[in-house]
């Protein structure tokens, strides 16, 4: 068992992009901090417990550009200044009760969420290949709310599959993202879409061309709340 930090930007499945000099594994207990933006090529799983995701500045933030599969073991706390952005053909997997919990106290703000595909060639997809009916799993999440974070939600050509909780807030403070934009997207057997702890009093809010399938009993009251 290592625990990495992130020491450059780049290939996660690179060994010099570590401190310590090596490839983090989930098979070993390996456990990553990042700091960095990370690229995870196409054909490449990453799959190492994250500790943590924080950036500092617009100029230096942290996350993953996401071309191959980002698997979430546990939940992960995301500070400020961080990016995700999931590249056509790309595969975020939830594993377990896992999620990106975003830390909504005062200074955890600037994180953005967006997608790079232009057409429907290259469909990204958020998924659980463990999902189990009924079982919570979130995309994203509060962990506390004590303070208003702007942040942006910006994708498109997405699937989000198998999630009984697909964007979650624990209070109605909550203007994580502030920006919030989705269109052309397709939400299969997904419920509990709570945007208004995510967007509340947002600046602009865009939801348009979604095809919504197989809703789930338990969160049809509260799927797509917002």
């Given amino acids: 068992m290592t625990a990495y930090t992130s020491a450059f930007a780049g290939p996660v499945n690179v060994a010099e992009n570590w401190t310590p000099n090596g490839i983090p594994n989930f098979a070993n207990g390996d456990t990553v901090t990042i700091n960095k ?3 995870i090529p196409a054909g490449v799983t990453f ?3 994250i500790t943590e995701i924080r950036g500092t500045s617009t100029s230096n933030r942290a996350g993953f550009t996401i071309n191959g599969t980002l698997q979430i073991v546990a939940n992960t706390p995301v500070y400020a200044w961080n990016h995700f952005i999931q ?10 009760n896992s999620g990106l919990r975003f830390q909504s106290a005062s200074g955890n703000g600037e994180n953005r969420y967006t997608t790079s ?3 429907i060639d290259g469909w990204a997809k958020i998924t659980k290949s463990d999902y189990v009916s009924g079982e919570p799993a979130s995309v994203m999440s509060t962990a506390t ?3 208003a974070a702007d942040g942006l939600w910006d994708v498109q050509f997405l699937v989000i599959e198998k999630m009984a909780s697909v964007l979650y807030g624990s209070g109605s403070g909550s203007n994580l993202m502030s920006h919030f934009r989705m269109r052309n997207c397709i939400f299969d057997d997904a419920g509990f879409f709570k945007t208004s702890q995510f967007s509340r009093l947002a600046n ?15 969160d049809i009251s509260s799927a797509f709340f917002m």
Avoid: C, K, L, W
């Fill in 204 to 218: 602009d809010f865009i939801f348009e061309n979604i095809d919504i399938r197989h809703s789930h009993p338990q």
């Fill in 87 to 96: 590249g056509a053909g790309s595969v975020v997997d939830y594993v377990g």
């Fill in 47 to 49: 799959d190492a417990t």
């Fill in 117 to 119: 595909g232009t057409s």
């Fill in 37 to 39: 933006m990370m690229t």
């Fill in 145 to 147: 709310v004590t303070a």
